[in-house]
């Protein structure tokens, strides 16, 4: 995985809405705002916390209840996401980036990214269950997102002990990773739908693999013997749960869906 050179605060990074909806909550907010002053004190409360709450996601394009709805975190790690990113938008520039230039720095950062990849994942397997009609598939799913959520309360862990803010970085490379599984859920026929599940859910496998090998190596390099061992394992299990999930594409899922008919070739009948 690429690296970047430096760790950028939240709000530099890309959020989850566009320009136009950046444009209509601040012309919102600002209205709200304005009309903050009428009424009674609860009305005025009310109003200017919408207000707030409204002007915060058009100042950092990002909205904790789009991402809450859509499975990417919940509404309380999203309103926390939404207003550091705030916070960091009035930080100066010198006090929200910083080389890395030690491997300490190196680890901690692919521990967030690790840490913001298992939530991700956790959120794309529970949204997938229900999804998945091959009974096999839907419940080494509802497995793994159960396992992901021990291996995220792992990594909070191990930030902790070295002081490190798990929510601090986003794993951007699984995000896209996610979004194109969303794709696939959407634009696949019910008939293949599995198959691309299977297929979307590998390469994200395969990534996750190569980051829990990634901090293995640095753990060992840094003198963490006990841990680089534990990411080892991790990463072994990963390989494990990647390959029953190809097995079963192998001998199920992509058979079921090469035997389907495209509905607009199946053959017609006369009467």
Same mark, same amino acid.
């Given at each position: 995985?690429?690296?970047?050179?430096?760790?950028? &605060?939240l709000?530099?990074?890309p959020g989850n =809405?566009?320009a136009?909806?950046?444009?209509?909550?601040?012309?919102?907010g600002?209205?709200?705002?304005?009309?903050? #002053?009428?009424?009674?004190a609860?009305g005025?409360?009310?109003r200017?916390?919408?207000?707030?709450s409204?002007l915060?996601?058009?100042?950092t394009?990002?909205?904790?209840?789009?991402?809450?709805?859509?499975?990417?975190?919940?509404?309380?790690?999203?309103?926390?996401?939404?207003?550091?990113?705030?916070?960091?938008?009035?930080?100066?520039?010198?006090?929200?980036?910083?080389?890395?230039? #030690?491997?300490?720095?190196?680890y901690?950062?692919?521990?967030?990214?690790?840490? &913001?990849?298992?939530?991700?994942?956790?959120a794309l397997?529970?949204k997938?269950?229900p999804?998945?009609?091959?009974?096999?598939?839907?419940?080494?799913?509802?497995?793994?997102a159960?396992?992901?959520?021990?291996?995220?309360?792992?990594?909070?862990d191990?930030?902790?002990? =070295?002081g490190?803010?798990a929510?601090e970085?986003?794993?951007?490379?699984?995000?896209?990773?996610?979004a194109?599984a969303?794709?696939?859920?959407?634009?696949?026929?019910? #008939?293949?739908?599995?198959?691309? =599940?299977?297929? &979307?859910?590998?390469?994200?496998?395969?990534?996750?693999?190569?980051?829990?090998?990634? =901090?293995? #190596?640095?753990?060992?390099a840094?003198?963490?013997?006990e841990?680089?061992?534990?990411?080892?394992?991790?990463?072994?299990?990963?390989?494990?749960i990647?390959?029953?999930?190809?097995?079963?594409?192998?001998?199920t899922?992509n058979?079921?869906a090469?035997?389907?008919?495209?509905?607009?070739?199946?053959?017609m009948?006369?009467?």
């Amino acid at each position: 995985m690429q690296l970047p050179t430096r760790r950028f &605060s939240l709000s530099q990074r890309p959020g989850n =809405i566009g320009a136009a909806e950046r444009w209509i909550s601040a012309a919102a907010g600002v209205g709200l705002l304005l009309s903050a #002053s009428r009424g009674g004190a609860f009305g005025r409360l009310a109003r200017a916390s919408a207000a707030a709450s409204l002007l915060a996601r058009a100042s950092t394009g990002y909205c904790a209840v789009k991402s809450a709805l859509q499975g990417e975190a919940t509404l309380q790690d999203g309103l926390k996401q939404q207003w550091q990113r705030l916070a960091d938008s009035f930080v100066a520039p010198s006090r929200v980036t910083r080389s890395i230039d #030690s491997m300490e720095t190196l680890y901690a950062l692919e521990l967030q990214e690790l840490y &913001s990849a298992e939530i991700q994942l956790g959120a794309l397997a529970n949204k997938l269950v229900p999804v998945v009609a091959n009974g096999p598939l839907a419940f080494r799913l509802q497995e793994y997102a159960t396992e992901l959520q021990t291996r995220r309360s792992d990594l909070d862990d191990v930030l902790a002990r =070295i002081g490190v803010d798990a929510r601090e970085h986003t794993d951007d490379a699984m995000q896209a990773l996610v979004a194109e599984a969303d794709k696939m859920v959407q634009v696949c026929a019910e #008939s293949v739908r599995d198959a691309a =599940i299977a297929a &979307s859910l590998q390469r994200i496998i395969h990534y996750k693999i190569a980051g829990y090998g990634i =901090i293995a #190596s640095y753990a060992k390099a840094l003198g963490r013997h006990e841990q680089a061992g534990h990411f080892a394992q991790l990463a072994d299990r990963d390989k494990a749960i990647d390959a029953e999930i190809s097995e079963l594409a192998k001998a199920t899922l992509n058979l079921e869906a090469a035997r389907s008919i495209p509905i607009e070739s199946a053959p017609m009948t006369t009467h």
